[in-house]
């Protein structure tokens, strides 16, 4: 049976018009308003579970643990009296979820604009990450090919002199990797006092804001967990070393800017 015009626009229309309005939300997420967002905090993964090209991170699950560490962050960077978001990559999906390829696609494109928005507003852009422990994973620490830790990363294809200048800050004058040790996080051998210039998405745009961009490896993730446990006691633990570098952001961007 030939069912009725009207019936098929009326069941057209209530498909469409929350695609069309997904549609604008998409435009307007393409063009992000960050102005007046003085850092970014960058995610950079996808959650464990969704669809992913090997975006999951350390363990499969680095989520589970940069997810508190940014919320402690952003905390404490509003302490500091600045302006914050967290960018997360399934949110930028009307859905907020990674179902497929095409998802994985849209969200980071989208969150590759979110990012270009920040450079744009002259956010500080922080990228939050755990550390593979060692690989081979079943490696000793003494024969594994990589020894990984907490460390400060750059792309030197994409630096601005406010991300050299607030790295090295970081890294030098601040000492946050010390800090970190200190709190019991094994630091990266050979970066301990160096930046480590790695190439990276999320840098290569990030790393031309005037508010200065720059990753940071918090700790090895399963060096982490054996240490102080579950993912919100890591960022517990942590706590001090994240309460520092807010307030030498604070610091950074109110001499800079
Ligand atoms: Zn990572």
Do not use: W
Not at 62 to 68: A, L, M, N, S, V
Not at 142 to 170: F, N, P
């Amino acid at each position: 049976m030939r069912t009725p015009l009207p019936l098929i626009l009326s069941t057209l229309c209530a498909v469409c018009l929350p695609l069309l309005a997904d549609h604008v939300n998409a435009a307007e997420r393409s063009q992000p308003e960050l102005d007046g967002v003085a850092v970014l905090i960058a995610t950079d993964h996808t959650r464990p579970g969704e669809y992913s090209e090997a975006s999951n991170g350390a363990e499969g699950r680095e989520r589970d643990y940069i997810d508190p560490a940014a919320d402690y962050l952003a905390g404490a960077l509003r302490a500091q009296g600045l302006t914050v978001e967290i960018a997360r990559v399934e949110e930028q999906l009307p859905t907020a979820r990674i179902a497929n390829k095409l998802d994985f696609d849209n969200a980071y494109a989208a969150y590759d604009d979110l990012l270009r928005s920040a450079v744009h507003a002259g956010s500080t852009i922080v990228a939050l990450h755990f550390d593979a422990d060692r690989l081979p994973p079943e490696a000793s620490l003494a024969d594994a090919e990589y020894v990984g830790g907490a460390q400060i990363i750059v792309d030197d294809r994409s630096l601005s002199a406010s991300t050299k200048a607030l790295a090295t800050q970081l890294l030098e004058q601040d000492k946050i990797l010390q800090t970190l040790a200190r709190q019991g996080a094994r630091l990266r051998p050979d970066y301990t006092d160096k930046l480590r210039m790695q190439k990276n998405q999320t840098l290569h745009i990030a790393g031309k804001s005037s508010g200065g961009a720059f990753l940071l490896e918090l700790a090895p993730q399963q060096q982490a967990r054996e240490q102080f446990g579950n993912p919100q006691q890591v960022t517990r633990a942590l706590g001090p070393a994240l309460d520092q570098l807010a307030e030498a952001i604070a610091r950074f961007r109110s001499a800079q800017l």
